[in-house]
């Protein structure tokens, strides 16, 4: 459903150098949005009610490959004005990184050793404390994603593997959220229409440890999907929390309405106009009245 289109040109140098292939790609966007007057890292709202928001974030990579096979890349991005994040964080997003630093990724037979300065996210969770190198690639049907950060000795890793109508990932690392060592694990079991799911995991935080199942069925253009929660910490059961999800993709249009034990409901809407152009609609009705988001807009990727 997220199309990018990359814009390439070929820089091709003296005689004797190798050419240098170039990419642009990026989003831009447009929208009205109501984020009920919330002040996060990176912005503040200037209004308690609707109000215009826009901006971009455009992203360049360099690359040029050897002559045995060897790919290195380089790559920055930098951007401007805010991005509304309707299908994640649910927040106004101020862009505008400064073209300081450049991510350099050296590739080979199917491994890719990457190195960004406390800019690759942790293989465990990306709200952990950022990594300076990464090393990932695929050995039969295992995928795997290991990362550093040597001067505070952290590290994570993530794994996959898939055998028949099975799939399986762990993961983990010794920085989690709230500093210390975390693993998680998940089987998920793919029967025709339906799929099952189990996740489970172990933090530093013992209010983190939730382990989950969940129940995912699809019809025609419709998929359903119920997941219960059994919540870290102590007393509590499976489906003291749970999570329930009707998603329809047909087409250009694509839309879901998610509800929760606590009454949060979460409505998007999306219209693939074509050319990279999204049209979209969003509303997130929290239990905690602060956090609710109402926005429409359009965002055009390239």
């Given amino acids: 459903m997220k199309k990018v289109l ?3 040109t070929a820089l091709v140098m003296t005689a004797g150098v190798a050419a240098a292939e170039v990419s642009f ?3 831009a966007q447009i929208s009205l949005t ?3 007057s919330r002040t996060y890292t990176g912005y503040t709202s200037i209004s308690d009610d609707m109000q215009f928001t826009s901006g971009y974030d455009f992203d360049v990579t360099v690359s040029a490959e050897s002559d045995n096979g060897i790919t290195m890349s380089g790559g920055f991005d930098m951007g401007g004005g805010h991005l509304v994040d309707y299908d ?3 927040r106004i997003e101020a862009q505008g990184a400064a073209v300081g630093s450049m991510d350099v990724a050296v590739s080979y ?4 050793l990457k190195v960004d300065q406390n800019g690759i996210d942790n293989a465990y ?3 952990a404390a950022s990594q300076d190198a990464s090393l990932s690639g695929s050995l039969g049907g295992l995928s795997l994603t290991v990362t ?3 001067e505070d000795d952290h590290n994570s890793f993530s794994a996959s593997y898939s055998m028949g109508d099975f799939a399986f990932t762990a993961s983990g690392t010794n920085d989690d959220e709230a500093n210390g060592d975390a693993s998680a694990f998940s089987v998920k079991y793919t029967m025709g229409d339906l799929a099952i799911t189990y996740k489970t995991a172990d933090e530093a935080n013992d209010a983190e440890d939730d382990s989950s199942v969940s129940l995912s069925y699809a019809v025609d253009a ?3 999907t119920y997941t219960t929660i059994e919540p870290g910490g102590a007393n509590k059961d499976f489906g003291d929390e749970w999570d329930a999800k009707v998603a329809y993709a047909s087409g250009p249009l694509s839309a879901s309405f998610n509800v929760d034990e606590a009454d949060a409901t979460t409505m998007i809407a999306e219209y693939d106009l074509g050319g990279g152009v999204t049209a979209f609609a969003a509303q997130h009705d929290k239990a905690d009245d602060t956090t609710d988001l109402t926005t429409v807009g359009m965002t055009f990727k390239f």
């Fill in 222 to 224: 419709i998929t359903l």
């Fill in 148 to 150: 550093a950060d040597l």
């Fill in 125 to 127: 969770t990306d709200d």
């Fill in 6 to 8: 990359l814009t390439t």
């Fill in 109 to 112: 037979a199917g491994w890719t």
């Fill in 34 to 36: 109501d984020d009920n």
């Fill in 25 to 27: 790609s990026g989003t």
């Fill in 88 to 90: 994640d964080d649910d």
